[in-house]
């Protein structure tokens, strides 16, 4: 059974930081590039970041660049994304999903989401 499950959302104030996980499992990890979405209450769903697993190639919206970073742990398949001074333009569900290559009608597997809120 192929399984994203994301962990690490939390309620942070304007500046702070958190890290998200994402553990996959069920799949060949390194076959997939995998990323980050989110979507903001009344907002389309937009990619945030991508990780391309083989060679760890990266991917960065222009609204995050500079603030957070994706790596990926391959020998225990799990993407991280460090999110460093959040703003409350941030505040979304943060979704994993593979393949993240090319546009997300590509995707396949997506994870449950995780809850960020970042207060002013």
């Known amino acids: 059974e192929v399984q994203l499950v994301e962990s690490g959302g939390d309620l942070v104030q304007a500046g702070g930081s958190l890290r998200l996980s994402c553990a996959a499992s069920g799949f060949t990890f390194e076959d997939y590039a995998i990323g980050w979405y989110r979507q903001a209450p009344g907002k389309k769903r937009e990619e945030v970041s991508c990780?391309?697993?083989?060679?760890?190639?990266?991917y960065y919206a222009d609204s995050v660049k500079g603030r957070f970073t994706i790596s990926s742990d391959n020998a225990n398949n799990t993407v991280y994304l460090q999110m460093n001074d959040l703003n409350p333009e941030d505040t979304a569900v943060y979704y994993c999903?593979?393949?993240?290559?090319?546009?997300?009608?590509?995707?396949?597997?997506w994870g449950q989401g995780t809850q960020v809120a970042v207060s002013s």
């Open positions: 999903g593979a393949d993240c290559t090319f546009t997300e009608a590509h995707v396949v597997y």
């Open positions: 990780i391309a697993t083989s060679d760890g190639e990266t």
